[in-house]
């Protein structure tokens, strides 16, 4: 039986919700066990920053531990992130947690960008993210196929994905948990970028920091996921989907634009580190994570 580790390293939950996706996991045949500060509250923070650290490290070192779960996203990680051991199993969650996805990729282990206790504890059996998550952490390869959007770039790409929410990535560039040269060394991948409540300027000051750092020349693909909460600015002349177009105007690799992935109830998962196929065609795009 698979264990899953329940932890909260960044922002505190409401209880209720581990309780009730604890439950749904079970029922689909995983052991849960919980951090020892999974439930605790310190300000924002669930728990003190030596106390998350202490349950991430603690889930990480517990060889009957499969995969952890991260509770939450909010803030927090980058405050802890230097005192996390190499990380060896799958992490799962989104948002603040791609830290942690960063921190995957440093040590070469895959992950899951995907939904966490709320929704697991809330969303319909059948729904979309429901049903891939249940694929995804039985090793099951899915394959996902999503209107045409008029700003996508065509074309195919075979790599692993990194990355996630853009202001968290923006924050740890120049560290050595950014997009550097160390994840590129042996194939350019497939980049992933989503947001919530950032300015249209916030929003092009970081795609363009990612495009002066060189970061965005040294891509396979993009998928632009879903920018929930950020409105429009008349004074950039564009949209937010057309600001970041016209950062990659200058590169012939395929871009995918409005994923069903972020800060929304269909948010689907995707493993981080594993080789995907995204095929951009007129017809809409095709991406399939290979396992």
């Known amino acids: 039986m698979k264990h899953i580790r329940i932890?909260?390293?960044?922002?505190?939950?409401?209880p209720t919700y581990i309780d009730q996706a604890s439950s749904r996991l079970r029922a689909w045949g995983y052991k849960v066990s919980e951090g020892a500060y999974a439930r605790a509250q310190w300000g924002r923070f669930a728990g003190t920053d030596e106390e998350r650290a202490s349950d991430l490290n603690a889930a990480l070192a517990d060889s009957d531990v499969d995969f952890i779960l991260c509770a939450r996203g909010?803030?927090?990680?980058?405050?802890?992130?230097?005192?996390?051991?190499?990380?060896?199993?799958?992490?799962?969650?989104?948002?603040?947690?791609?830290?942690?996805?960063?921190?995957?990729?440093?040590?070469?282990?895959?992950?899951?960008?995907?939904?966490?206790c709320k929704?697991?504890?809330?969303?319909?059996?059948?729904?979309?993210?429901i049903m891939a998550l249940r694929r995804l952490l039985a090793d099951e390869r899915v394959d996902y196929h999503w209107p045409a959007h008029p700003l996508n770039q065509l074309g195919t790409a075979y790599a692993p994905i990194v990355g996630g929410n853009l202001s968290v990535?923006?924050?740890?560039?120049?560290?050595?948990?950014?997009?550097?040269?160390?994840?590129?060394?042996e194939q350019f991948p497939i980049l992933l970028i989503e947001d919530i409540c950032e300015r249209h300027y916030h929003i092009d000051r970081m795609i363009r920091n990612l495009k002066l750092s060189g970061v965005l020349a040294h891509l396979s693909g993009l998928i632009?996921?879903?920018?929930?909460?950020?409105?429009?600015?008349?004074?950039?002349?564009?949209?937010?989907?057309?600001t970041i177009k016209e950062a990659v105007a200058d590169y012939d690799?395929?871009?995918?634009?409005?994923?069903?992935?972020?800060?929304?109830?269909?948010?689907?998962?995707?493993?981080?580190?594993?080789?995907?196929?995204?095929?951009i065609s007129a017809e809409g795009p095709v991406l399939r994570t290979c396992t």
């Open 169 to 185: 990535l923006y924050g740890l560039q120049g560290t050595r948990y950014g997009l550097r040269d160390e994840l590129f060394r």
């Open 253 to 279: 690799y395929p871009i995918l634009f409005n994923a069903p992935i972020g800060h929304v109830e269909h948010n689907l998962p995707l493993w981080l580190g594993v080789p995907t196929r995204m095929i």
């Open 74 to 116: 909010g803030y927090g990680l980058q405050r802890i992130i230097d005192r996390i051991a190499p990380i060896g199993k799958p992490i799962i969650g989104f948002s603040d947690i791609t830290a942690l996805h960063q921190l995957s990729a440093y040590h070469d282990q895959f992950s899951i960008h995907g939904i966490m």
């Open 7 to 14: 932890i909260s390293p960044s922002g505190c939950i409401d």
């Open 119 to 129: 929704h697991i504890a809330t969303l319909p059996e059948d729904s979309e993210p």
């Open 224 to 242: 632009v996921g879903q920018f929930t909460d950020c409105e429009d600015d008349p004074g950039m002349g564009c949209t937010i989907y057309e």
